[in-house]
């Protein structure tokens, strides 16, 4: 296992590098830039914040591809036809999916669902098996929905690089690794790069069992959490003392990268109030109590292994800003991690990061 400073050190290496290589790239002509076509496809959602979540999380996956040389088709909202054809181009070379993932009597399978609560059963969800031919002339497929890195897609792309999530996720947490990871991992065109790994994207199962939540059948056998991001949803409270010194409160979620510290990404406000949340705003709240913000480290750690959320204030990687409240940081921390993570913030619990969480980094 890596400490945070050699993880960080080679980060670091691994941006300049990218730097050169992103300088070279600016300065071919606009023809050589188009060597590969990507698919960028936003999935219709029945929660309307939930599509504009999808849409803007595939806004910066559109200009990842673009940095990398590649021709984006951008499809919002599509049918499952124009899906499936997305997969099926011979000229496609990536194609980048956010949506929803399906489980099977509490088993993920290979399914992904694009217009959840609308529409007949058999016409929202696409399997392996809808898609015809060898697909060989795909060398990246990216499916952003709950718990799709799994075999059946693995298989049906036998020359690219699938990514996906192991379990369930938050449409936060996708908007957050598309903005700072998503761009690190897709195969250059100019030149070309070596093939790339699959790339699974891990989750904790104690996130993953919270977001979990299937209360009908999409399709016969097929449940689907269409309620990513509503964190009212996953029963995370705090304890009645904090509850209590905390009482109704409102507060941004924000990445910000400490190198760069223009360099941020608001996901979302919650409110809180009895100890638990009870209110949600995907854009922010204008005039929030406080704000609660991580390093793009912390909040992959955290997705990772929710216990390293514990060190995030006292080590400096976790902090909260514009307090107007009157109350400590740290309890005000505390509350915000209880309700995010489950877990409190500060402590005494020391958690490594990952070896493989940082290797992968955005830029403008």
Known sequence: MLARSDLEAGFILRLLARCAAFASLAALPPTALATGRAYVISGNDSVASETAANDAAADSAQANYVRQGYTVVRLNQPTRAQIIAAFQDPLARAVWFVGHGGKNNGAYVPFIAHNTKAGAAGEVGIRPTDLAGALGHLQQVVLHGCGQ???????????????????????????????????????????????????????????????????????????????????????????????????????????????????????G??????GAVVGQNN??????????????????????????????????????VDNTTGLPDRKLFSAASYVMWKVPGPGTVAVAASAGLFVLRRRR
């Not at 904790?204 to 209360?215: E, V, W």
């Not at 704000?291 to 216990?307: I, K, Q, R, W």
Request: hydrophobic fraction near 40%; charge should be negative; proline fraction near 9%.
């Open 149 to 267: 890195f799994l075999q059946g897609w693995i298989n049906r792309f036998p020359n690219a690089s699938v990514v996906a999530w192991t379990g369930a996720v938050s449409s936060w947490s996708i908007r957050f690794d598309e903005y700072w990871r998503g761009q690190g991992r897709i195969p250059a065109r100019n030149p070309f790069g070596p093939p790339m790994s699959d790339i699974p994207i891990l989750v904790d199962p104690r996130l993953d069992a919270a977001i979990t939540f299937s209360p009908f059948d999409q399709e016969p056998g097929i449940d689907i959490d269409y309620l990513r991001s509503e964190y009212a949803t996953y029963g995370f409270t705090m304890p009645t003392a904090l509850a209590s010194l905390i009482g109704t409160k409102t507060f941004n979620v924000v990445v910000r990268d400490p190198n760069n510290p223009v360099d941020f990404q608001l996901l």
């Open 269 to 274: 406000g919650l409110e809180v109030g009895g």
């Open 283 to 320: 854009s922010g709240y204008s005039l929030p109590d406080f704000v609660y913000e991580l390093d793009p480290l912390t909040y992959c750690s955290a997705l990772e292994n929710c216990d390293s959320i514990r060190t995030a204030f006292d080590t400096g990687v976790g902090r909260i």
